[in-house]
T-cell receptor
Framework: SQKIEQNSEALNIQEGKTATLTCNYT??????LQWYRQDPGRGPVFLLL?????KEKRKERLKVTFDTTLKQSLFHITASQPADSATYLC???????????????FGKGTKLSVKP | GAGVSQSPSNKVTEKGKDVELRCDPI?????LYWYRQSLGQGLEFLIY????????KSGLPSDRFSAERTGGSVSTLTIQRTQQEDSAVYLC????????????FGPGTRLLVL
């Protein structure tokens, strides 16, 4: 069956450390994968998109990697801050949508807590 | 500019009643999506509208759920004969023709069916 899994429901780290969140998928060949941030009581906010032919994408303190052989994406936050505490969701668009916009398949999210 | 708005923000209803949830997408966004998020769960795709094309209804969980989008803008999600398992946060998102891979979400409607 097709699955997208974020293997940690919660991750607690110390301020200043690098947070690494994992997203694994099975039986998809995604055209691209996205990461969103969701704060309590709010809708998700788009952070980064990485395409199947890209190995790595960076934005300020954020870095995303995409390994289509391992069927895995890693999301890193360097020099983490308490304000980074939130739930982070990965999402993919199955490649059979052929690049046109279709629905996103979301993971359940990882709740990150950064302690001062 | 204005983001995606949804109303009401909270809705409490009795089992068996019908409810309507509204979504106002970002102006100019041609694609509109409805998702459902239950407590501790990921987002569950419900329905997708793209321009004047027939909507993708593949995620609707039962025929009690329906949605329409009038004039290519505002959308209404209707749940008929609500059940307790319908309790969840219903999220709407929209995306533009150019940046179609980025979805902008509204704050959601929290539905509680008693």
């Amino acid at each position: 069956s097709q699955k997208i899994e974020q293997n940690s429901e919660a991750l607690n780290i110390q301020e200043g450390k690098t947070a690494t969140l994992t997203c694994n998928y099975t039986n998809y060949s995604p055209a691209y994968l996205q990461w969103y941030r969701q704060d309590p009581g709010r809708g998700p906010v788009f952070l980064l998109l990485i395409r199947e032919n890209e190995k790595e994408k960076r934005k300020e303190r954020l870095k995303v990697t995409f390994d289509t052989t391992l069927k895995q994406s890693l999301f890193h936050i360097t020099a983490s801050q308490p304000a980074d505490s939130a739930t982070y969701l990965c999402a993919l668009v199955p490649s059979w949508y052929g690049g046109s916009q279709g629905n996103l398949i979301f993971g359940k999210g990882t709740k990150l807590s950064v302690k001062p | 500019g204005a983001g995606v708005s949804q109303s009401p923000s909270n809705k409490v209803t009795e089992k068996g009643k019908d409810v309507e949830l509204r979504c106002d997408p970002i102006s100019g966004h041609t694609a509109l999506y409805w998702y459902r998020q239950s407590l501790g769960q990921g987002l569950e795709f419900l329905i997708y509208f793209q321009g004047n094309s027939a909507p993708d209804k593949s995620g609707l969980p039962s025929d009690r759920f329906s949605a329409e989008r009038t004039g290519g803008s505002v959308s209404t999600l209707t749940i008929q004969r609500t059940q307790q398992e319908d309790s969840a946060v219903y999220l709407c998102a929209s995306s533009s023709p150019r940046g179609r891979r980025t979805q902008y979400f509204g704050p959601g409607t929290r539905l509680l069916v008693l």
